[in-house]
């Protein structure tokens, strides 16, 4: 029988277990002109990240094997909205069900694309971290508090690892199935 996932839910589970909280919302939104100032540069670092790496630079090349410019101002821009709108994320109905349909979208390629398989999950971790990373030194370099610099970049790190937990839903599933025919289930969940 299916399962029904309450997004929001694993949503705000996912902010408790990291310790992402209204403080640490507040910051990422106090940051909000200093990272929309330099919204343009972070996503176009971003995809010049990819575009160094074959593995993930092909999901950017035409036909012809060229870099598809309006392809790639399309992602960009995406990033930006995107970027956006975590600094208005809230734990809502509907933040979740944008996230996985990130996933989603990067884990099922379009009939036409379909020869380049998804974009694997290692390429999501990894935008995550180079985020995280450009985030931080961007922060540092336009605040005048490095302690504040870190606090925010704290936020923004927890923040960004609660979207990827959903985002990376949209791959693979974590939700229970029943057990094969002739097993049993363990009477209590194993503690990790």
């Not at 002109?33 to 010049?48: F, I, K, Q």
């Not at 992602?75 to 989603?104: Q, V």
Request: no cysteine.
């Amino acid at each position: 029988m299916p399962r029904i996932v309450d997004w929001p839910g694993r949503l705000r589970e996912m902010a408790a277990f990291v310790g992402l909280d209204e403080d640490q919302f507040e910051l990422i939104r106090a940051t909000a002109p200093v990272v929309l100032e330099r919204a343009e540069e972070l996503t176009a670092a971003v995809y010049d990240n990819f575009l160094k790496h074959p593995g993930s630079r092909k999901f950017f090349l035409n036909e012809k094997g060229e870099v598809d410019e309006t392809r790639l101002d399309r992602r960009k821009h995406s990033l930006a909205r995107w970027l956006r709108a975590s600094i208005d994320f809230k734990l809502d109905e509907d933040y979740p069900i944008r996230a996985l349909a990130t996933g989603i979208v990067h884990s099922h390629p379009p009939v036409h694309r379909a020869h380049l398989g998804s974009i694997p999950s290692r390429f999501m971790i990894g935008t995550m971290s180079f985020t995280q990373t450009a985030l931080a030194e961007l922060l540092l370099q336009e605040m005048d508090d490095p302690e504040a610099a870190m606090r925010a970049s704290v936020a923004w790190n927890k923040l960004l690892m609660v979207q990827l937990d959903i985002m990376l839903a949209g791959y693979v599933t974590d939700i229970p199935t029943e057990p094969p025919e002739g097993t049993e289930e363990p009477a209590e969940p194993v503690d990790l």
